[in-house]
């Protein structure tokens, strides 16, 4: 995935910022923002075929590292995009018709980003290092932060807001799986994973530190970090006590699995009514 000069470059100048003034490292960080935005690089790599469906990504640290030290590099410029125009470091993504990609205005991606063909960005935003899969639907003013990796077939409907991780560089970045559905307003940040085909309802919100209790069974089972394959999760709350009193803190609850006769293009409302919820 990587090429050992490049790598070991990179990795060099994360740790002495001097080095950025020499031309092989700065061609080494150029490049590999290069392969990011071409979608030859991924900050984060899924298990390979055959892992255990529970088993994490591989998060590629130096590439993070990369894009960190692109941010030095870069230089403030005005951008004129028609009658829109910005004042920033970073370039924004070009060639969407011969990249076969959907994006309405004015839905903005930054250089470093990978859209797949297929994908459809209605106005929102895509942040450097984050990678988009084919037939996902980024939803009006959906954001999708720096290094977040989002799998085929998504659906991040209006205002959900994915969170970036760009540090530190060996922090996994938030990952929605392929297939997953992500309710109005729902918020994924801190590294969180949605594992394939789950369902958020709508205003769910995961942090590392969010209690995920599946509530299905006879027992609660909790998680943190990671919501399971076709779980589908909405807002909850439980009891806890402080020293000015007992108060309520939110949570997220799994109420079920996804359907197997629950096509994956269905609305979020007909994923909920399977269990006599409305969010």
């Not at 829109?84 to 969407?96: A, N, R």
Request: glycine content about 12%; overall charge negative.
């Amino acid at each position: 995935m990587s090429r050992p000069d490049d790598e070991s470059l990179v990795a060099a100048a994360f740790e002495d910022r001097t080095r950025l003034a020499d031309g092989d490292t700065r061609a080494a960080v150029l490049r590999t923002i290069d392969r990011l935005d071409a979608g030859e690089l991924r900050v984060a790599s899924p298990p390979g075929d055959g892992a255990d469906a529970d088993a994490d990504w591989v998060v590629h640290a130096w590439v993070k590292q990369a894009v960190l030290l692109y941010f030095g590099l870069c230089e403030m410029q005005v951008l004129e995009v028609g009658p829109f125009e910005y004042h920033d470091k970073i370039p924004l993504k070009t060639g969407y018709a011969a990249k076969g990609v959907r994006v309405v205005p004015p839905a903005t991606v930054r250089k470093g980003a990978f859209v797949e063909a297929g994908a459809i960005l209605m106005p929102s935003y895509v942040n450097i290092g984050a990678w988009v899969g084919a037939g996902t639907m980024v939803d009006t003013w959906a954001t999708v932060g720096s290094c977040a990796q989002i799998g085929r077939g998504v659906h991040l409907s209006g205002g959900v807001g994915i969170g970036g991780v760009l540090e530190p560089p060996g922090a996994r970045p938030v990952i929605i799986e392929d297939g997953a559905f992500l309710g109005s307003r729902a918020i994924v940040v801190e590294g969180v994973r949605v594992g394939r085909e789950a369902v958020l309802g709508a205003g769910v919100v995961l942090a590392a530190g969010t209690r995920i209790i599946d509530v299905s069974g006879s027992e609660p089972r909790e998680f943190k970090g990671y919501v399971p394959p076709r779980s589908v999760v909405i807002p909850g709350s439980r009891e806890k006590r402080f020293p000015a009193g007992t108060f309520h803190v939110p949570v997220a609850l799994i109420i079920g699995e996804r359907k197997p006769s629950t096509d994956q293009k269905t609305s979020l409302n007909q994923a909920l009514r399977d269990f006599d919820v409305t969010v």
